[in-house]
């Protein structure tokens, strides 16, 4: 078959000298990380539009709309109420059980939602990656957004149920705010952690539930905290009061309750806190920018 | 040829594009015992496979050019589009550059289905990089020029409600929307009557005028004919032909003919 080719026999520069005299760009290289963040910047509006848009086609199509924003933790909390405190009723063991119970199930689910939907960040979007062109921490970071937005109408029932249950307000609920910012940069740095290795190792979503019914056990939600001082020692011991969420539940629970028996002192609390906020922020993102240009593969 | 003042915008060397399925469950490894038995032999995981799309294409696109992309299902054009638009990446050893960032304009990109038309036009448009002045600016203009409000108010019911070639429409009016260098369009155009074909071939050719380069993936003839004077003929992964569009039309329909 005859080639009717008229591509330029390169008799003079190679397709390398040719791009660089006219100043192309590789289609698929990896930016600076300081440019990679201005670029993300520039997406603000998006990320903030897409976190909307996930909201609203999840909840668009059922009949109470927004209403389940407040709804979902309502009835999670009901459901923890019957549990433990009507049946089980653990309630001997702590002052005020519910709101501590409570404190712990909401913050714990905070994080917990946020590693189970940003497993799928890139690999449910795969679609979206391969048509259109935006930084791809756009996605963990609207789904970190998403749960943000959500954690808002669990706080307004959370402290409606710790007023309920009789503890008084006074200026130390205040300390919910960095406690809440805090925990929000770990949930974004552990969302792009999860998202790009959960693009390539697909049997991570099978594991996820697992991982997180130990993390829940290993957080103190269920039971007071003591427990793990009466019954644990040495590495043991300080493994799981390293535990980030066990310490971001704590520092909510000093906020809110009086008289709360913490697994160490406050100074101590916030110190890990913001640590663990900075570690796991700062390393997620750069995890995931080091992957950027691989996501589209699939 | 006067080849000094050509101005190339896109370079593709040797360009490789391989797709990895993951999870491809055969028929062989449907119970626990065969998976398992396939992890402790350490046989190659058949559970990823490889499709080698594009095989080592190699052209040179020159700004103000217009070129079609003809093959048959499967060649590997839709391929060859995103791996220009970097959206996939090429294999180690070959390279595609590009002038700024091109812009692929396909009937599979996905928007949002449970979203309004309205809505998605905002979220096509942020993800274009535009800001949200820009945005507000040009709804109207691209629900207009979609024309999917010509039959009552249809911008504000969600995207699953539209017939395929409203949605077609619909992305073509985002995308067209913007200024690009380089702008890839892929079968945009099919779905749509033969009014708005009109208005989009017409838009083609004002988005080339910019200085701008245009790929266009048609399995339409006249399409082709119409718009572009250089076409690159891809079978297989592998660039059979690349040269004026008459010249190329001519050999593939002879191959396709066969
Ligand atoms: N997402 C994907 N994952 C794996 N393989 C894919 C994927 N998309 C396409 N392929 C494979 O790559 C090859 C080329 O597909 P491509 O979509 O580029 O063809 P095409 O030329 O656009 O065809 P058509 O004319 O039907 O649009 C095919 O063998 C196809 O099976
Ligand atoms: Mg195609």
Redesign the interface.
């Known amino acids: 078959?005859?080639?009717?080719?008229?591509?330029?026999s390169y008799t003079g520069p190679t397709?390398?000298e040719?791009?660089r005299k006219?100043?192309?760009?590789?289609?698929?290289r990896l930016p600076s990380l300081p440019e990679y963040t201005r670029q993300l910047w520039?997406?603000r509006?998006?990320i903030w539009?897409?976190a909307s848009?996930k909201v609203?086609?999840a909840l668009?199509?059922t009949r109470l709309g927004m209403i389940w924003q407040v709804l979902t933790p309502l009835i999670n909390a009901g459901v923890y109420y019957v549990i433990f405190g009507v049946l089980l009723n653990t309630k001997r063991d702590t002052d005020n059980f519910i709101a501590y119970l409570c404190a712990g199930v909401f913050i714990f689910g905070y994080t917990q939602s946020v590693v189970q939907t940003g497993v799928q960040a890139v690999s449910g979007?795969l679609?979206?990656?391969?048509?259109?062109?935006?930084p791809r921490a756009s996605l963990p970071i609207s789904i970190a957004l998403v749960e943000a937005r959500n954690m808002i109408a669990s706080m307004a029932v959370l402290i409606a149920i710790v007023l309920f249950t009789g503890e008084p307000i006074n200026w130390q609920w205040l300390l919910i705010i960095p406690a809440l910012l805090l925990q929000t940069i770990f949930n974004a740095g552990a969302a792009m952690l999860v998202s790009r290795l959960g693009s390539k190792l697909?049997d991570l979503r099978q594991l996820i539930p697992f991982i997180m019914r130990v993390w829940l056990y290993g957080s103190a939600v269920l039971y007071p905290v003591t427990k793990y001082t009466e019954h644990l020692h040495g590495w043991k011991l300080a493994v799981i009061e390293a535990n980030p969420v066990l310490v971001f539940i704590e520092l909510i629970r000093h906020a809110l309750m009086e008289n709360v028996t913490l697994a160490g002192s406050p100074m101590l609390l916030w110190t890990e806190a913001a640590v663990w906020a900075l570690v796991v922020g700062i390393g997620g993102y750069a995890y995931f920018w080091r992957g950027e240009?691989?996501y589209?593969?699939? | 040829m006067a080849d000094t003042e050509r101005v190339p915008t896109i370079i593709a060397d040797n360009a490789h594009i391989i797709y990895r399925i993951h999870g491809s469950i055969g028929p062989h490894q449907s119970s626990p015992l065969s998976s398992f038995k396939r992890l402790v032999t350490r046989q190659k995981s058949t559970a990823i496979r490889e499709v080698h799309a594009v095989k080592g294409a190699s052209f040179v696109a020159y700004r103000g050019e217009a070129i079609g992309l003809i093959g048959t299902n499967g060649s590997g054009k839709s391929t060859l589009l995103r791996a220009i638009a970097g959206l996939l990446p090429v294999e180690r050893g070959g390279a595609i550059y590009a002038s700024g960032q091109p812009s692929l304009l396909g009937v599979n990109a996905a928007l949002m289905n449970d979203l309004s038309g309205e809505r998605n036009v905002t979220l096509g448009c942020l993800a274009m990089g535009m800001t949200p002045a820009q945005v507000k600016e040009k709804v109207d203009d691209i629900i207009e020029f979609s024309g999917i409000n010509e039959r009552g108010d249809f911008s504000s019911l969600p995207m699953r409600t539209y017939s395929s070639g409203m949605s077609a429409r619909l992305r073509f009016a985002i995308a067209a929307a913007k200024k690009h260098d380089v702008l890839l369009i892929d079968e945009a155009l099919a779905t749509g009557d033969a009014k708005f074909r009109k208005r989009s071939e017409q838009r083609v050719r004002d988005l080339r005028a910019e200085a701008g380069t245009v790929f266009l993936v048609s399995h339409s003839e006249q399409s082709i004919r119409d718009t572009c004077e250089r076409s690159i003929w891809l079978e297989g992964g592998v660039i059979k032909a690349d040269g004026p569009t008459e010249d190329v039309m001519k050999e593939y329909e002879t191959f396709v003919k066969k």
């Open positions: 078959m005859a080639q009717t080719t008229v591509v330029e397709p390398q040719l791009a006219y100043g192309l760009g590789t289609a698929g520039a997406y509006h998006f539009e897409f848009a609203s086609a668009g199509n979007n679609g979206l990656i391969r048509a259109l062109h935006f697909h240009k691989g589209g593969r699939g």
